[in-house]
Nanobody, 126 residues
Framework: QVQLVESGGGLVQAGGSLRLSCAAS????????MGWFRQAPGKEREFVAA????????NYADSVKARFTISRDNAKNTLYLQMNSLKPEDTAVYYC???????????????????WGQGTQVTVSS
């Protein structure tokens, strides 16, 4: 029922910054908990960050905490991921995800999300 479209990926040098966006439609955006995941070649999809309905609670993977910031603009039905101090190991396809089933908590397992975008490629060169 939820359609998600990511954008903003690209090629950047190590130490650079990038902001990803995810536009949502199909259900009221304000009822959706949202998350970002990434998948590098040969690796399983891993959790990056998540945010609750209101945007007041967030959760981050240890590998990105203090470098990445997840946020949302409910008026624009859009989720964001600001990525700073990028490292080559951040290279992956980044996916946004949504679920209406966690009104207050912030899920971090891929199994907790039931709608996914098509992904956007982020490549960080050394």
């Amino acid at each position: 029922q939820v359609q998600l479209v990511e954008s903003g990926g690209g090629l950047v040098q190590a130490g650079g910054s990038l902001r990803l966006s995810c536009a949502a439609s199909g259900l009221p955006f304000s009822i959706l908990s949202m998350g970002w995941f990434r998948q590098a070649p040969g690796k399983e999809r891993e959790f990056v960050a998540a945010i609750n309905r209101s945007g007041k609670s967030t959760n981050y993977a240890d590998s990105v905490k203090a470098r990445f910031t997840i946020s949302r603009d409910n008026a624009k039905n859009t989720l964001y991921l600001q990525m700073n101090s990028l490292k080559p190991e951040d290279t992956a396809v980044y996916y946004c995800a949504a679920t209406p089933w966690y009104p207050a908590s912030v899920p971090r397992s891929a199994q907790d999300f039931d709608s996914w975008g098509q992904g956007t490629q982020v490549t960080v060169s050394s």
